[in-house]
């Protein structure tokens, strides 16, 4: 049976399918909340910082009115305006992506070489403890991959010998009596074309079953907000191309290597 | 008649060339002939049917078998040539998990005929080799010398142009090796296939006007 390395896979390509999403999507709502603080002298446009750095790609200005209002509560003699007048100018910098701790110390220490730039604040160490956090499960979900790709190809490999086992008398005589390669592979690839289909079926639903009955139904947050990224329908394709790849390779691997060579 | 095989200073070798088996070899076998090649154990006989069905290419000199040149044929000329022999073996090389049905077919099977054809052929060759009875069982429930004539009927089953029997009675006792000899002369004589059989001796019940040749000394020698 070549249904179990094949499930094996399956569900091992799912799984890395759902997992990319899941962390590009972590990725990006990391990358949406996490924001530099710039205190400037002078007014600074998105320009300006572009200059500085490729990686910022959106500045929004701090209005300072509150501010002013607030620091003119707790004085006698100085109005709003005055306090506004004398305060800097206050930005929120957004990066392309979500960079290391160690890409964005290089950014602040670039934007306090530029001439005004009074203060920077990145809130490093928040930062760095979600970006550890980020790294330790992308890292995590790696290990499980790599070690689940290596069990799935051992089972392949298995299942290739007992098919050389099995098959190699009656494809040595097929070939002896004149019959073409598909021809004698032809009960393997039937073999391997159904439990191909069966593995895409099994795969599909299960993760169909995850996405539109589990996942909204369960107590975990993460998935209950996520289900949309357990299972897409596009899915199906790369499960097939995947599984039908494997059995095709597999199945002319076997023939070749029954091939009677000829002296 | 025309030649079915010609070899021509044909030296067939293993192991990259290294350890030649027979050494410049000329000899032609006509149409509808049956021939006995024989020669002791090693001598050389079974390597010389391999280069007839192309399983060895001559390293030097040249072959002819049907009319191609075995030294150069491509893979896909060598099947074509392939579905158009019968090889009968020693060890009968049946397909186990396949019915007596379906292995005497299979010639059929590959040159892609309908199953009616399949059918009607199976019927008379396993009644021509007396295993009606057996067409539904397998292989491995078979005796040795009823495994041999599936063998032969598959053999049969195409009407070859070229018959090639690798010791067919090595393994069978001598009731069942009549048997096979007789179904393989008259298959010469009726079908007007050639026949070449490789075998350590010829058997008692023939006559000696068939032709014989006889490897010796990497040589291959017509016996007179």
């Not at chain 1, 790294?135 to 979900?141: A, I, Q, S, T, Y």
């Not at chain 1, 592979?185 to 589990?214: C, H, K, N, P």
């Not at chain 1, 139904?217 to 097939?240: G, K, Y």
């Not at chain 2, 009616?116 to 009644?127: E, N, P």
Request: aromatic letters at 10%.
């Amino acid at each position: 049976m070549f249904l179990l390395p094949l499930l094996a896979i399956l569900i091992g390509v799912e799984f890395f399918l759902v997992f990319n999403r899941v962390t590009q999507d972590s990725e990006e709502k990391l990358r949406e909340s996490y924001s530099i603080l710039v205190v400037s002298e002078k007014p600074m446009s998105i320009k300006d910082f572009e200059q500085i750095d490729a990686h910022i790609n959106k500045s929004i200005p701090i209005k300072k009115e509150q501010i002013a209002k607030e620091i003119a509560k707790g004085m006698r003699n100085t109005t709003d305006q005055e306090i506004l007048n004398a305060l800097p100018h206050f930005y929120n910098l957004y990066l392309d992506r979500y960079l290391s701790k160690e890409g964005v110390d290089k950014i602040k220490k670039k934007i306090m070489a530029t001439n005004g730039i009074k203060r920077v604040e990145t809130f490093g160490k928040n930062h760095h403890a979600k970006y550890s956090l980020f790294l330790f499960l992308k890292f995590v979900f790696w290990s499980f991959v790599s070690l689940m790709s290596l069990v799935s190809i051992f089972l392949v490999i298995k299942q290739m010998e007992v098919w050389q086992m099995a098959h190699q008398e009656r494809m040595q005589v097929m070939e002896i009596f004149g019959a073409p390669m598909l021809l004698r592979s032809g009960v393997l690839f039937r073999m391997g074309i159904v439990d191909a289909l069966l593995a895409i079926i099994i795969t599909t639903a299960i993760f169909i079953y995850l996405r539109y009955d589990y996942a909204p139904n369960c107590d975990i947050e993460l998935l209950v907000n996520q289900q949309s990224l357990l299972f897409r329908f596009q899915d199906i394709a790369i499960l097939s191309m995947s599984a039908f790849t494997i059995v095709i390779m597999a199945v002319l691997m076997v023939t070749f290597k029954n091939r009677g060579s000829r002296e | 008649m025309g030649n079915i095989i010609t070899a021509s200073k044909m030296t067939l070798a293993y192991d990259n060339g290294r350890k030649e088996i027979i050494k410049s070899a000329s000899f032609s076998i006509r149409k509808g002939e049956f021939v006995f090649i024989t020669g002791p154990s090693g001598s050389g006989k079974s390597t010389l049917l391999k280069s007839f069905y192309g399983a060895l290419a001559p390293k030097e000199g040249r072959l002819s078998v049907g009319g191609l040149d075995m030294t150069q044929i491509s893979q896909k000329k060598l099947l074509e040539l392939r579905t158009n022999m019968g090889i009968i073996f020693q060890d009968y090389k049946l397909i186990n998990e396949w019915t007596v049905e379906k292995n005497v077919v299979l010639p059929l099977i590959i040159g892609g005929y309908g199953i009616d054809i399949q059918q009607t052929q199976a019927k008379k060759l396993l009644r021509h080799v007396k295993l009606s009875e057996q067409a539904e069982r397998y292989p491995l429930e078979l005796s040795g010398g009823e495994q041999q004539r599936v063998g032969v009927a598959r053999a049969l089953s195409k009407n070859p142009f070229l018959i090639l029997a690798d010791e067919p009675t090595g393994n069978l006792d001598d009731y069942s090796s009549n048997v096979i000899w007789d179904l393989l002369e008259n298959a010469c004589n009726q079908l007007g296939s050639t026949l070449v059989v490789v075998t350590h001796r010829i058997p008692t019940i023939f006559n000696l006007s068939y032709r014989h040749f006889i490897i010796e000394n990497k040589g291959i020698y017509e016996v007179r």
